[in-house]
């Protein structure tokens, strides 16, 4: 039980404490309020871009949101903290109010399910809830949604790149401490086959997978042979799970042939080798010639797993240098690239080139005292960082090919099956879309009830689902948006009175 | 209760277990090995480059050696697997096993403690431990120490950059999961002052620090007045912790002007205002411009906060360009700079540029059945990637003037008195110094006992004997080797009998 403070209703940063103080004080803590989960911009990771999101995390948020307690423990953290006065920071009247509450009873919270695509600058999951809860969320929202959202989308991408090859997730050794778990999870949603973490995959009923290491042919080197009885002992406690690991001395010359004749052993003895699993040096080179040499023994059937520092696109450059360099050692092209099997670890667990996800959580309106909802803005000063304002719903439209062709922000109410359908650029003035009936074969909207006051209503099912809702998107997004270089962009729209809402707000609050 | 499944015993990869079970079916699971943890490359930014690195993470990591246990519920997870020919992949026998053992009871462990400057190559943790407890401990070992060293390392770089100013930690929205709880930890280990993460400074007993977001100010705009109103309530709230968030509409025309009115008012309460932050925009410039208004206003002695995508480039560029623009608003350099804070987030805690610390776990020696170490050793086919073997220990050699001038890993039992001391390029033949008795001050062993046969039995203290000794470490390295960037390459060296072993390995192995 040691984590609960450190994993509990404390995961929070702490400002979200004083400002639930001050609404308390001002008699705006019970005051609903509408907040929304949005990103800024796709990952972009210097040589390479994402032209759409996946979003993830969902679950696991919830499964906190619906733990998580302003307990006595909690209250008792908060005491210790002093003012600049040396008094006490939060006031007993506060911590007593956050202790009736208690926890998160009287949140709702809609989202874009796990493994759908998402795009820049629309709300993805939206709160509503009273003021000082929907404050108190944000933190632990971003921090399971922002990295989940990262992971998954780009796992999505390194599943693209290996074309139908399979993906197995690696990376437990290089993730964030227990945000690993939220790794491999997010992993398998994106598309990754399988993972190594071996909880995590219980946990979602998803069988862990893994064979072994160098230290174990290191350990027969030392006292017990050498690489090909270690090999041999790996072949008698698994033989009909056989992949063996070739480059702890040097694959060509000693590891493919020891793995290749204890292959040929276990023929002998009735069982079928799995493969072998390549971890330095030159991988495509390498697979090649290890492919060779295993179809001259008759092993053709057999996998080759690469590893070390892939991402989508060294598995690009991979493949192709295979496709380039297998004629020559007269392999089929085709038949080699599917034998290929891609093991990913620290570059898709730290989504390297852009380790963290442009997520930011935003008040958009509040209710009045007299009950109406008064739409919230920030204007900044830097343009980009500029919400939309309001109470709003999100919608995905479909092209006459069943293709997305935009995501539109309207304000609640909206009638989306009016035609022609006007949708704006956000921040390009005069620039937009008419679409007619010809033009739109479906309207779908994107927000779906996860929770109404603090219960969940939703069955999303599981990694199985998320994995199926991602690959119906990409299916129907178009090539050059899922382009793993330079990606076309999507179009994100606004309907005109959002867009007049959110100009009228902006001239309201410069003028003032 | 519900995750320890995923982060207890089971917190590893797949691959630790299907080799334990191996070793156990050889007759080696009990057999003393030793693996060491080491880096190979120091993080590189791309556009910086890091020439040390900071120890962490090794207190977390006791933490869940001490408590994880192979019990029913891991062994019962492990019994689902299924083998390629659909039995059981773990067998009963080799479960029972495991849960006799039960966990990390015959582990010793030594290591370079938190917080010291530690190098590429050099053995910063090494396990002595049967064989297979081990092997179990490698993906959790390298899951905890490898990220809070890249955090430690990165918030040590930061804070250098900050040159005095206070440095807080706010990344747990773009944190990593509940991982976002050991960047907290390793960026306090590594200089920042105060993190915002609650329950995390909680168990550490050092306060979270936090003031309000943009959330507040848009609230009050939306049903409660508007910036001022919010800034006022704020006041109310926190007379002596008011720091006040100045850019949600525009930093130099509302922002600043409400807040200077708001702590005149406060003033005439008595009370002392702290400062504000700001969060967009020119920081730089708009810090400069801020400070001239609050300065006329007669409160000079106010902070200025600054975040928004810091890290210790960005630091360093924008002390540059306040030095540059102060003097035309009349401002004295020097104090301008000293009334900066810097707020870093995303870019602390996800290490931007590089998110993963390249260390790994090796075997260097296993007992052979007489019970004589036996070095183990990995050739592979990336030069880089090669270990050095046996059983060894790690030194720090500092210069007549107390600088550090070579980290020496030798073999365990090697004098370190002789003068002169030989110390050797690792890779490179020929290349070497030799430290007659005026060149070397003293001698330092940097592993030392964490655990012995399962027991802690060092006390390192917390973060604040921590931070200690990173700031004596730091004070003791060349500073071209702390260069932000292109940093001066500092020394790592070993002996003549430890290179003799490694390359009679490498012959022997290459000629088996």
Redesign the interface.
Known sequence: ???V????I??????????A???F??G?GD?P?R?EHTFRAYPDY?THQAGYAIAAGLG?FV?WME?ARFDDEAAD??R??????GGA?FEDDFLDWMQQIGGFGDVSLSAVPEGRVVHRNTPIAVVEAP?VMA?LL??SL???L???ALIATKASRVVEAAHGGSVLE?G????????????SRSALIGGAEFS????????LGI?????????????F????G?ELEAFR??A??????CLLLV?????LESGVPNAIRVFEELKGRGH?P?GIRLD???LAH?AVRSAALLDAAGFAGTSIVLS?QLDELTIWQIRNQVAEEAPRYGLDVDQMLSRLVYGVG??M????GD???D?V???V?????AGAW?????????PD?LALPGVKSLWRVYDERGIATADVITLEGEDMERRPLEVLHPTRPGVGRSLDVSQVSAVEPLLEPVVENGRRVADFGGIVEARSRRIADLDRLDAGVRRLVNPHTYHVSVTRPLLELKQSLIEA??A?
């Not at 008064?374 to 830097?382: G, L, M, T, V, Y």
């Open positions: 039980m040691r984590n403070l450190t994993t509990g404390l995961f929070t940063d702490h400002y979200q404490l004083t400002m103080q001050l609404y004080r001002a705006l005051r309020a907040f210097g696991p499964d733990t953290a908060l210790s903290l002093r003012s600049g006065d920071l003021l404050q944000e933190s971003l921090n399971h922002n990295y989940a690696f437990l050794r290089r993730a964030h401490g227990f945000g690993g778990n939220g790794a190594s973490n071996v909880g995590l995959s219980h946990e069988p862990s997978k893994g064979t072994h290491g160098h230290s174990m042919v290191q350990v080197m030392a006292i017990a050498g002992a790996y008698d406690a698994y033989p009909d799970d480059d702890t001395i040097n694959t079928r799995v330095s040096g030159d390498l070390s620290s570059r667990v730290t989504s390297d380790p963290s996800f997520g959580y935003k008040a309106a509040v209710r009045d005292a008064q739409p919230a803005i920030k204007i900044s000063d830097s960082k609050h410069r003032g």
